[in-house]
């Protein structure tokens, strides 16, 4: 009976000890819900919107411990000071941010401090948006806005953090004033925004501009800042909202050192225009040396090719007349292999039935022989084809008609190419396939509207490369067949100077650049799909 007992107790022990586990278990803390609430500002000192403001020091109190995030990425400062102010704290929680002013203000002037969403809250890193602090070292606070919009005149998304510059048009201000000097206010859309508010600005008549600033220094720079710009005069107080459409200018030209590259090739890098770059020998070269000047495929560079031996050093004169530019450059020889001639094909294994078969020569080539080259079908029976030899490009395109799901051998006997320095190729073999209808997909696009220029239709990949294009002299329907199944998007180039391409603006010629319009949406082509979408070209 003892026994009974205490075996009865031992099971009542364990029971108790079981139930109370798992009542610990279910009542263990979860967290609760995530904290998706910003700092909230409870406090500044000087108060916000002081007037004659003369301390050194601001500190902005929060209501819960705070830090800051990348603070050099998003603090402005309107107007901007040639010092920066100095954030504390740096890498820690407080509940309070201070700023150290290390620059004289200037007087009877409204000053913004953005923060942009640099104060972030402790544990979750929820910003406080857009936080600002205003003063004035005058008697009152300058009330006006401007606002607007960023866009990219030739990619279908803007770049972020762009500075938005407004100048005031005093008696110092000219139109280089953007390269020597900060404007007199700035903003920023910082990395989430198209869209911009310039604040607490006096009234008057002012420039406005748009910089992508990689240096950071408040100016424009044309060999890396992007730039947009109104050309009428910017009067506040106004209602007018303002589009600011960011282009790459064309550099000035400039020539880099020229350099020897191999034994029978000079490589001339530039910068600029193209225009009529002339390359002279300034050293007499021997009778029996042959020279070549041809510009690189899709380079910024010209190659001067020439026939060995190449002397100790020779001296080149480089002139642009149309860039009034004039300098002499120095080229010292040393042991280095010739090129020879080699190919390179523009399709391996497959092509698409749109597509065509180029071969790219890296010597110039000079003469072609079509008899040595044939392309025969599957069914070994032979293809005709138009022959193409481009003397500028280096390059040869073989059009052909391909028929789907066929395969093709490009057959290249010997000397059927001969360059500028005599030299033939060996034979050459190249298979292509085609796929069949049913992998591809075709896009009818129909432009409806008016232009009174011709408009390029590119087909673009959705990081904006171009893969397929028509040059269409008037608005009408276009058709992109045998597509790949993918995801595309479509440009439109208003082609005013009627040069088959892009051109860029200019702001110091107060050009703008060519008009560019997107398809509001990316296109979904499918294998074995017919598409049809309508494009409204708006003003």
Not at 192 to 219: E, H, I, P, R
Not at 415 to 420: D, Q, V, W
């Amino acid at each position: 009976m003892l026994l009974a007992k205490r075996i009865l107790s031992s099971i009542f022990l364990v029971f108790i000890l079981l139930a109370t586990w798992q009542c610990a278990k279910r009542g263990s803390p979860s967290g609760g819900p995530k904290d998706t609430t910003p700092p909230v500002q409870i406090g500044a000192e000087p108060e916000e919107f002081t007037t004659e403001f003369e301390a050194k020091n601001i500190r902005l109190y929060f209501d819960e411990y705070i830090r800051l995030e990348n603070p050099q990425d998003q603090l402005i400062i309107s107007p901007p000071l040639k010092y920066l102010p100095l954030l504390s704290p740096q890498g820690g929680a407080s509940k309070y941010v201070e700023v150290t002013i290390k620059d004289t203000l200037k007087e009877n002037t409204t000053y913004t401090i953005n923060f942009g969403q640099s104060i972030v809250d402790n544990n979750e890193s929820n910003p406080a948006p857009f936080l600002s602090y205003v003063f004035s070292t005058g008697t009152y606070i300058d009330s006006l806005t401007l606002s607007g919009v960023v866009t990219d005149a030739f990619n279908r998304l803007p770049d972020n953090f762009i500075s938005i510059m407004l100048y005031e048009l005093d008696t110092t201000y000219t139109d280089s004033t953007i390269y020597q000097k900060p404007p007199t206010y700035i903003s920023n859309t910082l990395d989430s925004l198209t869209t911009f508010t310039l604040q607490n600005l006096k009234a008057g008549s002012y420039k406005l501009v748009a910089v992508k600033d990689q240096g950071k220094n408040n100016l424009f720079d044309q060999d890396q800042d992007k730039i947009g710009f109104i050309e009428d005069t910017i009067t506040l107080p106004t209602d007018s909202v303002y589009t600011l459409n960011l282009f790459r200018e064309i550099r000035d030209f400039s020539m880099s050192q020229p350099s020897l590259v191999s034994g029978n090739k000079i490589i001339f890098g530039y910068t600029g225009g193209e225009e009529s770059i002339d390359i002279l020998p300034l050293t007499i070269l021997p009778d029996s040396m042959k020279t070549l000047v041809l510009k690189e495929y899709e380079k910024d560079t010209l190659n001067y090719w020439f026939s060995p031996p190449l002397p100790d050093s020779i001296v080149f004169q480089v002139r642009n007349d149309a860039r009034d530019y004039i300098d002499t450059f120095t080229v010292k020889s040393r042991e280095l292999a010739a090129d020879s001639l080699v190919f390179n094909p523009s399709h391996s294994r497959r092509i698409n039935l749109e597509e065509e078969f180029q071969l790219l020569s890296n010597t110039p080539l000079i003469q072609a022989d079509t008899s040595a080259i044939s392309i025969i079908d599957q069914d070994s029976i032979l293809v005709s084809y138009v022959h193409i030899l481009d003397t500028l490009n280096n390059r040869v395109t073989l059009k052909f008609n391909k028929e789907p799901n066929s395969g093709y051998t490009v057959r290249v006997m010997p000397n059927a190419y001969t360059n500028f320095f005599g030299q033939a190729n060996d034979t050459l073999f190249y298979r292509l396939g085609t796929s069949s209808l049913a992998d591809y997909g075709n896009l009818r696009l129909n432009l409806i509207g008016e232009s009174d220029v011709p408009v390029l239709v590119q087909l673009t990949s959705d990081r904006g490369e171009t893969l397929r294009e028509h040059y269409m002299e008037e608005v009408q329907s276009v058709d992109f067949n045998a597509l790949e199944p993918a995801t595309y998007r479509v440009r439109i180039i208003f082609d005013g100077n009627k040069n088959g391409k892009w051109d860029t603006g200019s702001y110091l010629q107060k050009k703008q650049p060519e008009r560019v319009l997107y398809y509001p949406q990316a296109i979904e082509v499918r294998a074995n799909w017919e598409l049809e979408q309508s494009f409204i070209l708006r003003d």
